[in-house]
């Protein structure tokens, strides 16, 4: 107690920063633990639990954000409280400021960091040196408080604002902060508009602002006794070296694995801190698979892949234990029909009436369905489009860490425009927003597409739009102006389009549908959504390239994933509808699919004779006793095969479920050895041509 108090007195101003810190985000934790309630199946043994991890990551992560603090009373000495502030203060000032500005010899990232970080802190310093040089004696201390003010200020407003953060990240993901966060982070223009069109964000501003300002006034009185406090450099640097010593040993001593202490992922997630789950998802930007999860000799995995590949319709175009590339042999003349893959922002398979939903959201796609080639057991790879964009495009498991869409090198893959290319076809992706967002225009612009998107339509033609891009409609109007021109060319196209709308703040046009575009709900955005499709499809049979033309209709991802095991299967359930009624006939397809089999089922309707690199199966033409699917977060690795689920997890952890397709909920179960090693080997094989520059046009 006593050496609490002692650090109270010189270094108060850490002691409070840690202390709003670890208050801000319990009084988080117990509010989340609330909102999941029921819902979240959670032992009543697990709450307590959770406090006492959380509590411990709250520290933790305390310590980190009084760093600041610490540097700045540790290296406050008295000189300026001198009445004459000598000039060799200044001398030395310049000095410092001189050698960091003009210093070029930075060995490494970390250095650079900290080499920036002691530029500002010097300048501060120097600048600080300056003022109290102007400010008379006697008004120098209550300038000092005020200063020290005006910085705990700014910080509790961080603080609470990114408790406030969380809470809306939750709503929506109901998870703390993950990858998905990381990305957002880098698009902060999308995400801060998107704020400002979801939330009342200037009475939040408000709220947080009031508070954070009672919190200073309380604490007024400690603050005007400390700034009386003097110690010798001696007793503050003892101090300091404590306080600065905890977060290394934060960095080596405390693993972020110690929240997940049950097989409740709601129970795992609130002992979590977001601020500390931020810093491991920034620093696991890419997950290596061969140091992170489980493998098998790499022969192994390849013979095993290649056994899983095989089908009656291909032969292997090498007897390289590691190429996978197969000769896909048509068994008819190719079809040079036209293909338009509409891929549909967070559309769950739960909205359709054909799900059992009863919100008739989705009468148009419900409509549709029975006049397509309907998938009922189709899954999603993923939790976010760059994975759904993946599956369409690469046809691939999803590899651990970022998408291969958001990564560096990520040009000249096998991809399926680059097989549509190689066909003589024009291949094109559509966005509504700005395809700079989520590196979309790279990658669709380096693997065999032409890319368009918003910067195409001018400003008189765009009704509705927002943060995220312009609303469907308009999309889907440049959808329809380019397939025009497509067609002029007289030769083939395929044209990938992703829609935009059904994305928070969810709001679109008013007169469409008869929810409003004022109450900001998931299922206005979807039924607006449902509502363009309607209206395109209606367009484009009009066209002389209708008939012509098969209409590939997905969503990217489900809206939620959420449950209360780590990979819930009705998080990844993903409507799948292939329209074209002048070439095939509607029909129920219920078995299991996965996301990545539309690539070769696509080319398959086409009777293309093509050599393939794509993990994906043609769902016409395989075996449907082996279908299988993939669901992932970006850690979480998920194999489904034989109503059975394997997981595959950092740090080499491997387990197999029982799922139930209907609740989400799955039940532990033995390992079967044969499932396991199919699911590494998918994964593992995926990973390694990634790694090694193999899956390449």
């Not at 408080?145 to 109901?174: P, Q």
């Not at 300091?240 to 934060?250: D, S």
């Not at 209409?551 to 509808?577: K, M, N, Q």
């Not at 279908?627 to 952890?653: C, D, E, M």
């Amino acid at each position: 107690m006593n050496l609490i108090l002692d650090f109270r007195k010189r270094f108060l101003p850490v002691v409070l920063i840690i202390c709003t810190f670890i208050a801000v985000n319990t009084l988080l934790r117990i509010v989340l633990m609330f909102y999941v309630g029921t819902k979240g199946n959670i032992n009543f043994w697990h709450y307590p639990v959770a406090l006492l991890i959380g509590f411990l990551y709250d520290v933790a992560s305390a310590c980190f954000v009084a760093i600041p603090f610490v540097l700045y009373v540790w290296l406050q000495n008295e000189i300026i409280y001198s009445k004459k502030i000598k000039p060799f203060v200044f001398l030395v000032g310049l000095l410092c400021i001189g050698v960091l500005l003009f210093t070029n010899i930075i060995p490494s990232e970390f250095n650079k960091l900290v080499y920036n970080l002691l530029t500002y802190y010097i300048v501060f310093r120097f600048a600080l040196y300056c003022i109290m040089a102007i400010i008379p004696f006697t008004k120098r201390q209550i300038v000092r408080v005020y200063l020290m003010s005006i910085m705990l200020f700014i910080t509790i407003n961080i603080i609470i604002f990114n408790a406030v953060s969380e809470w809306f990240f939750w709503e929506e993901f109901s998870t703390r902060y993950n990858f998905i966060a990381v990305d957002y982070l880098i698009y902060t223009n999308e995400v801060i508009g998107n704020i400002k069109e979801s939330y009342p964000i200037g009475w939040l501003i408000a709220a947080i602002v009031i508070s954070s300002s009672t919190i200073i006034y309380l604490w007024k009185n400690e603050l005007l006794a400390w700034v009386q406090i003097c110690e010798t450099i001696k007793k503050r640097s003892i101090k300091a070296i404590v306080l600065l010593a905890l977060p290394v040993l934060v960095l080596f001593f405390l693993p972020e694995k110690w929240h997940r202490f049950s097989n409740n992922e709601y129970s795992n997630e609130l002992a979590a801190n977001g601020s500390f789950q931020f810093a491991t998802a920034f620093s696991n930007n890419e997950l290596d698979f061969f140091k992170f999860y489980q493998t098998l000799p790499d022969t192994t995995a390849f013979t095993i892949m290649r056994e899983q590949l095989k089908d009656s319709n291909n032969s292997f175009t090498s007897n390289n234990i590691f190429n996978l590339e197969r000769k896909i042999t048509a068994s008819a003349p190719p079809l040079n029909y036209n293909v338009v893959l509409i891929s549909i922002e967070s559309l769950s398979a739960s909205y359709m009436a054909h799900f059992g939903s009863t919100s008739n959201i989705t009468p148009h796609l419900d409509s549709l369905a029975d006049k397509s080639i309907f998938f009922t057991g189709h899954y999603a790879s993923g939790t976010r489009t760059v994975r759904g964009l993946e599956a369409l495009t690469l046809s691939l498991p999803p590899v651990p860490g970022q998408s291969i869409v958001k990564r560096p090198d990520n040009a000249n893959l096998f991809t399926l425009g680059s097989v549509f290319k190689t066909k003589g076809y024009t291949t094109q992706y559509i966005y509504g927003g700005y395809s700079y967002f989520d590196n979309m225009k790279n990658f669709f612009g380096n693997n065999g597409y032409d890319v368009i998107d918003r910067t195409a339509i001018k400003d008189a033609d765009i009704h509705y739009q927002n943060v995220w891009g312009v609303a469907d409609e308009d999309e889907f109007t440049l959808a329809i102006q380019t397939l025009d021109k497509n067609y002029e060319l007289k030769k083939p196209f395929f044209t990938h389009i992703m829609t935009v709308s059904n994305h928070r703040p969810f709001t679109y046009p008013d007169g469409r549908i008869n929810i409003p575009s004022t109450t900001q709900s998931r299922n206005g955005a979807v039924k607006y959504t449902d509502y363009c499709i309607n209206k395109f499809i209606k367009e484009a049979s009009a066209k002389p390239w209708y008939n012509q033309t098969i209409f590939v209709i997905v969503s990217d991802h489900c809206a939620g994933s959420a449950g209360s095991v780590a990979l819930p299967v009705t998080g990844y359930h993903i409507p799948l509808l292939i329209f074209a009624p002048a070439i095939c006939k509607p029909a129920v397809i219920p078995y299991l699919t996965a996301q990545i089999d539309i690539a070769p089922t696509i080319l398959g309707m086409l009777n293309f004779t093509y050599n393939s690199k794509f993990f994906g199966k043609d769902i016409f033409h395989s075996d449907t006793t082996n279908s299988r699917a993939f669901v992932s977060t970006y850690q979480g690795l998920g194999f489904i095969k034989n109503g059975q689920l394997i997981i595959q997890s950092p740090v080499k952890k491997v387990n197999q479920y029982l799922p139930n397709f209907i609740t989400g909920a799955a039940i532990k179960v033995a390992l079967n050895d044969t499932l396991m090693k199919q699911a590494i080997s998918q994964y593992q094989t995926a990973a390694w041509l990634i790694k090694n520059k193999k899956y390449t046009q």
